[in-house]
């Protein structure tokens, strides 16, 4: 059973990527719902939302041209809880192909080592695509991710798609 749908129509300029639905995202049906997340006021701050969304208003993305999937859609909690399969990876690439985004942004670079099955990944435009889609790793926007984060990236990646976020 998926967690939450994927937010996939065609013609997108970037599709941000989590591991999975955290707790509160789960309970909530609706992405990036932790409190402590900053997904919904980081869109805003780069100048990809013209307001900051409530996390329930995720439907609304495509309407900006973002869209929204996870590696995992069948579970929930945080990445250490979670078991990563190449199964997920090979239909996370599938998803990604058949949409065919400008951009795949994972949100966090834990998403992107299992995606990407690397060990390391880097922040920032990576040196593969999937099919005509550009790959971007961003610092998580997570709460439990405070210590890595870096909105120097996240603008970088709204430069990306063609949005000067004001730096």
Not at 18 to 27: E, I, K
Not at 59 to 79: A, M
Not at 114 to 141: H, N
Request: charge should be positive; include cysteine; charged fraction near 20%.
């Amino acid at each position: 059973m998926t967690i939450l749908p994927d937010v996939l129509p065609q013609g997108l300029r970037l599709v941000f990527c989590g591991t999975a639905a955290g707790t509160a995202s789960a309970a909530a049906s609706a992405y990036y719902a932790g409190p402590g997340n900053r997904f919904w006021k980081t869109l805003h701050e780069i100048g990809l939302t013209d307001r900051v969304l409530m996390p329930s208003e995720y439907p609304l993305l495509p309407s900006f041209g973002i869209g929204l999937t996870d590696v995992e859609k069948t579970q929930s909690g945080d990445d250490a809880s979670l078991r990563f399969t190449e199964a997920s990876a090979r239909a996370l690439r599938e998803r990604i192909e058949r949409a065919a985004p400008a951009v795949l942004c994972f949100n966090g670079k834990k998403a992107a080592q299992v995606a990407l099955q690397r060990k390391r990944v880097s922040i920032g435009l990576q040196d593969t695509t999937w099919g005509g889609t550009r790959i971007f790793v961003a610092p998580s926007t997570s709460g439990l991710a405070t210590r890595w984060w870096r909105l120097e990236a996240w603008e970088e990646l709204a430069r990306e798609v063609g949005v000067d976020s004001g730096s």
